[in-house]
């Protein structure tokens, strides 16, 4: 009797990547659509703590909505004499790179058919805080580098999983906004 | 006003093969050129040499008869090969007189020159790939102690004022600039974005030789994945010597070349700001080199050549310091020099016809554009990879003529 083995299996990251091709292609040909704003609301809660939400954003030529409210506390720790409600808002800068960076991963294995089996990264922004206290003017206040390193166990040569990460950064939101300047225009209203 | 079957415009390597193209089958048509046969290779920079050895420049029905089959021919050996071309295809070619119109005319094109006017029924745009240098906006904010010139306006070191040189992008051009006036004493700063990697020679072949015979050089436009990014890819980084010297971010760092990011914008104060994804950048390129390498050695396994030539070999990751630079203050009079090396498009302002896209440059489909009867040729990746290349036009012309004289028989059987 014969068996019938299924020998090509395509890999599933839970990224829907045909929805990302007709995406591309719906916008190549309406780039009006593309055009996104994202927002934040924060409000200040007491001392060095603030809370951010967000729940709509606007883009496809119309105001969306996410599923439910998101919000993220920000506080500075303790020996900063503060009360550690939350994280620095380095810390979620951070965060955001990881997610950003992770999620162009799962998105870049799909499209090259890897299935990955887990993927974690551990982030480091390297900070001389005499930037932020005025100590010293030529400090500067942000970070003086970030080290990721990438953890992934995935059915592809150590190669190929370093070219997923590499064009992960190349496609990443987050990447180009901290690596390239951005103009930041703050009004009082 | 005169008339012919097909007018081409531009008589550089494209129009020269899509003439010979169109003089097999017999169809009358003129070339219509702003200067001289092979104009674009005209004033170029000293050093300059083709990035292909001399073998690799065949052109339908003619090819290098010279000595030097491995050598790279300097600019004045281009010119003299492809006037030799023109005029061994006895090439129709009108000199002197720039196209400053191209329109639809009846159930043809009226073609305007500084010289005269043409009606044709088919046009062929051979006016070639690199005709603007591309400047970012914000080139304006260079102050103005600072001498900014796009690469196609530099010719020697001798030019430049002593003190920094900042050379902007790393293709072919970026790398040779930065390795000639870096030689000539003037400290050069290379800002650095996306760019290809490749060895000059590989286990005893030159790339060139490994791309076509792997047949990266004859892949086609609709074969790739995505052919808007495969035509905005720089070219190699690569340098025609007689020596067959090898140039890359390695070599270029040993002779002393600083690296920064790609450059992402100047402030106001004069101060130019680099990109922190040099670490990316160069990861990216020599993955990308491996994997060509992986490529190579495979099909020479396949092919039985493994033990007929030198051993494989990596080369070393690039080099890249643990804090690059990430501004650098253009007004403080160290640097005296920017060279935008950020490459170059057509120029397409005179061509009448709605068949540019919103970046003004010509829809197609492999030369083929939607206005029946008129084509473009010599552009990057028009139909394969090797498009640009003088080595790769004659394929494109063969087959775009086909089209042309399908086209025209349409429409003598109506």
């Known amino acids: ?189 | 006003m005169r008339t012919t079957t097909t007018v081409i415009v531009g008589a550089g390597q494209a129009g020269l093969a899509m003439s010979r193209c169109l003089t097999e089958r017999a169809i009358d048509h003129v070339l219509l050129e702003r200067g001289e046969v092979a104009n674009a290779w005209r004033g170029r920079r000293d050093s300059l040499r083709l990035l292909t050895p001399n073998w690799q420049s065949r052109l339908p029905g003619y090819r290098y008869r010279g000595a030097d089959t491995d050598g790279y021919m300097t600019v004045p050996e281009v010119i003299d090969y492809l006037c030799g071309y023109a005029d061994a295809i006895d090439a129709p070619v009108e000199t002197h007189g720039a196209v400053t119109s191209l329109e639809t005319h009846c159930d043809g094109y009226l073609i305007t020159t500084t010289s005269g006017r043409w009606r044709a029924r088919t046009v062929v745009v051979a006016s070639g790939a690199y005709n603007l240098a591309n400047i970012p906006a914000f080139a304006d904010a260079v102050p103005a102690v600072v001498r900014s010139l796009p690469a196609t306006e530099y010719r020697n070191p001798g030019q430049l004022d002593g003190g920094g040189v900042l050379v902007v992008g790393a293709s072919a051009t970026g790398v040779q600039l930065a390795q000639e006036i870096q030689r000539s004493g003037r400290p050069v700063t290379l800002a650095v974005g996306g760019h290809v990697r490749v060895p000059r020679v590989y286990r005893g072949m030159d790339i060139m030789w490994w791309l076509d015979a792997i047949g990266v050089l004859d892949e086609h436009y609709d074969q790739v994945d995505d052919i808007v990014r495969a035509r905005r890819l720089p070219t190699f980084q690569l340098i025609g010597t007689p020596e067959r010297a090898a140039i890359d971010l390695n070599t270029l760092q040993d002779q002393g070349v600083q690296l920064a990011g790609r450059l992402a914008g100047v402030t106001d104060a004069g101060i130019a700001q680099f990109s922190g994804s040099l670490p990316n950048q160069c990861s990216l390129a020599d993955l990308k080199l491996r994997r060509l390498l992986t490529a190579i050695d495979t099909w020479a396994t396949d092919h039985g050549l493994h033990h007929e030539i030198p051993e494989p070999w990596r080369a070393s990751p690039t080099v890249v310091e643990e804090s690059p630079p990430l501004t650098l203050d253009l007004a403080a009079g160290t640097i005296k020099t920017l060279i935008w090396a950020t490459g170059c498009h057509p120029d397409y302002s005179w061509l009448h016809i709605p068949v540019l896209d919103p970046k003004g440059q010509i829809r197609h489909q492999g030369g083929v554009t939607d206005m029946p009867g008129l084509y473009v040729i010599g552009t990057k990746f028009l139909r394969r990879r090797k498009s640009t290349f003088i080595d790769g036009v004659g394929d494109d012309a063969r087959d775009l003529s086909n089209h042309l004289a399908q086209h025209l028989d349409s429409l003598s059987v109506h």
């Open chain 1, 1 to 189: 009797m014969e068996t019938v083995t299924a020998t090509t299996a395509f890999a599933d990251n839970g990224v829907d990547i045909e929805f990302l091709r007709s995406a591309r292609e719906a916008l190549t040909a309406e780039p009006e659509g593309a055009k996104f704003s994202w927002r934040v609301t924060n409000t200040w809660v007491r001392g060095t703590h603030s809370r951010s939400t967000c729940k709509s954003f606007y883009g496809l030529g119309a105001e969306q909505s996410h599923r439910a409210e998101f919000s993220f506390h920000g506080d500075h720790p303790e020996l900063f004499s503060a009360e550690d409600n939350g994280a620095t808002p380095v810390e979620l800068v951070l965060a955001g790179l990881a997610s950003c960076l992770t999620a162009g991963v799962a998105a870049v294995a799909q499209q090259r058919d890897i299935q990955l089996r887990s993927v974690s990264a551990t982030l480091q922004g390297d900070m001389d805080v005499r930037g932020i206290l005025g100590v010293d003017a030529d400090v500067r206040n942000g970070f003086s580098a970030i080290r990721v390193t990438y953890t992934i166990d995935a059915d592809a040569t150590p190669d190929e999983v370093r070219a997923l990460v590499a064009q992960s950064q190349k496609r990443s939101a987050v990447f180009d906004i901290i690596t390239n300047p951005t103009n930041i225009i703050v009004a009082v209203a």
